[in-house]
Structure formats: C-alpha cells, structure tokens
C-alpha cells in the first residue's frame, strides 16, 4: 500500500466545474504539499499546509489532520489549469518527502 | 526574487558519455535537493543537502552518480559513464530547513 494516495488518477471536466482531488496518507507528517506539473514543465509548488485550509485564486487546499487527508479544489475551472496535480507529505520522521502518483486533469472548454 | 535556476534545460548525449547538470536555490534557502523524475512517474530524491553537507545521499547511484555543494549555495550534479536508462528529468529544489519546496525548471536528459 502507498503511503500517499491520490484519487482520481485522471479526471476530465468541462470548463467551469468544480474540481476536487484527493489525498490520502499513513504516515505522521509535519506538513502537506500539493504541486503543480505541466505537460514538459517543471514542479510548482501551489500550497504547503499542516492545518486547516489555504486559499490562492480560484485554488483551496484543506487539511484534515485526523482523519490524514486533504484536498485541492479548483472553482471555475479552466482549461489552463490543465495538468498533473500531485500531493506529497513530509515525514515527521526523517523530513523525507513522500510523493502521490499525482492527478492528471484535463479540463475542456 | 528569482527562482530556483537550472542550467542546461535539454541535454542530449550518447551512452557512456559524461553529463553535469548545475542548479542554483533561491538566495537564504540552505536546503537542496536533486530529485530524478521518470516519464509517467513522482521524482524520486537522490541527495539532500543542508548547506555543503549532503544529509541523504541513500538513493544516489554512487557507482556513476556525484553531486557536490562545495560553497553551500549552488550544486552540480554529475553522471559518468551516462547510460540509456539514466534518461529522465532531473530536478532541483530547494527550500529554507524543511519549509516548502521550491522547484526549478529540471532538466531533460535523453541518453541514445
């Protein structure tokens, strides 16, 4: 079993919807990242949380430490938000960086 | 403020033939990380450094891989002899202690 999980794999939506990805982890983490990837491109890093909830634009992360689960949002999706989205925690352990096999979304206009 | 900055972006070079890649962090970040990204895949780290010491080298291939961070500030990366299965994309990122990490644009090697 994967210490950090994604879901879906892949989703595809119409301009305009509301996008959710999800993440799902089992070890002890000191914080969050949910990052960016572009066809070609390099690694943005959109949000780094250890509680609650982040917002930037049209993008909102939120955290539930319990229950070792987050979420990325997209209002108003666009097809520019087209990407890989992956979620990576840092091990309170050993500070390693731990990746999700990453979301592919496809948004259509 | 400038990003993480990487030189070359594309690499192309025959097997067995020599390839360094050079990363430049953000300015203040002590932390620097190469990670090796395979088509399809999440980037797999193979050496942290916390200013010139490297603290987790456990996953760099030492037989053909070298890295050094002599300054503390810029890193390069080195593959020697280059072979067909090293083709990837390889990033660096850096980040302030253990803080959020920031990535460079990587660069594409493609070894024939």
């Known amino acids: 079993k994967n210490e950090v999980e994604q879901s879906p794999q892949n989703l595809t939506a119409q301009e305009g919807e509301f996008i959710t990805i999800n993440c799902s982890y089992s070890?002890?983490?000191?914080?969050l990242h949910w990052l960016q990837q572009h066809p070609g491109g390099g690694i943005v890093s959109l949000f780094m949380?250890?509680?609650?909830?982040k917002k930037h634009g049209r993008l909102i992360a939120t955290i539930n430490i319990q229950e070792k689960h987050s979420s990325l949002h997209i209002t108003a999706s666009h097809p520019r938000d087209s990407a890989v989205y992956i979620c990576?925690?840092?091990?309170?352990?050993?500070?390693?960086?731990?990746w999700g096999a990453g979301t592919k979304l496809i948004i259509k206009p | 403020e400038a990003g993480v900055v990487q030189s070359p972006r594309y690499k192309i070079i025959e097997k067995k033939q020599p390839v360094a890649f050079w990363c430049n962090p953000i300015?203040?970040?002590?932390?620097l990380y190469w990670y090796r990204q395979n088509l399809g895949q999440g980037p797999e780290l193979l050496i942290r450094?916390?200013?010139?010491?490297?603290?987790?080298d456990s996953q760099l291939p030492k037989d053909r891989f070298s890295a050094e961070r002599l300054k503390g500030v810029d890193s390069t990366l080195k593959i020697q002899p280059a072979e067909l299965g090293d083709s990837a994309v390889y990033l660096c990122?850096?980040?302030?202690?253990?803080?959020?990490?920031?990535f460079g644009p990587g660069t594409r090697l493609t070894v024939t």
């Open positions: 949380l250890s509680s609650g909830k």
């Open positions: 990122a850096s980040s302030f202690d253990f803080y959020e990490q920031y």
């Open positions: 450094y916390e200013n010139e010491e490297a603290v987790d």
């Open positions: 990576a925690v840092i091990e309170d352990s050993n500070y390693q960086l731990i």
């Open positions: 300015s203040g970040h002590n932390t």
């Open positions: 070890v002890g983490i000191s914080a």
